[in-house]
Nanobody, 126 residues
Framework: QVQLVESGGGSVQAGGSLRLSCAASGYTTRSYAMGWFRQAPGKEREGVAVIYTGGGSPYYADSVKGRFTISQDNAKNTLYLQMNSLKPEDTAMYYC???????????????????WGQGTQVTVSS
């Protein structure tokens, strides 16, 4: 049974940093595409960053390029999201997602991922 558990959210001031973690179980992370999504109140869930199976460049949303870095430790079956230079507009619930196949030629969407964590809240104050 695939399980994803996020941690590392919190409240920070603008310009600060946070590192989110997603502990995966029930499968090996190297065999699944994994990503981070976020959802702010009243908005749709949007893809933030994705690591695809088979290597290749990760996907980053334009709004986080140069500030966020996605990585994974396959030995620990854990996905990370390092978030630097945080802005108030980064405030959202952040979700970890996984799926054995996610196309790398299109913008990742919620429908591409079959497994989700419960989310961790990130709040950035100005």
């Amino acid at each position: 049974q695939v399980q994803l558990v996020e941690s590392g959210g919190g409240s920070v001031q603008a310009g600060g940093s946070l590192r989110l973690s997603c502990a995966a179980s029930g499968y090996t992370t190297r065999s699944y595409a994994m990503g981070w999504f976020r959802q702010a109140p009243g908005k749709e869930r949007e893809g933030v960053a994705v690591i695809y199976t088979g290597g290749g460049s990760p996907y980053y949303a334009d709004s986080v390029k140069g500030r966020f870095t996605i990585s994974q430790d396959n030995a620990k079956n854990t996905l990370y999201l390092q978030m630097n230079s945080l802005k108030p507009e980064d405030t959202a619930m952040y979700y970890c997602a996984a799926d054995p196949f996610v196309p790398s030629w299109s913008t990742p969407t919620r429908a591409d991922f079959g497994y989700w964590g419960q989310g961790t809240q990130v709040t950035v104050s100005s």
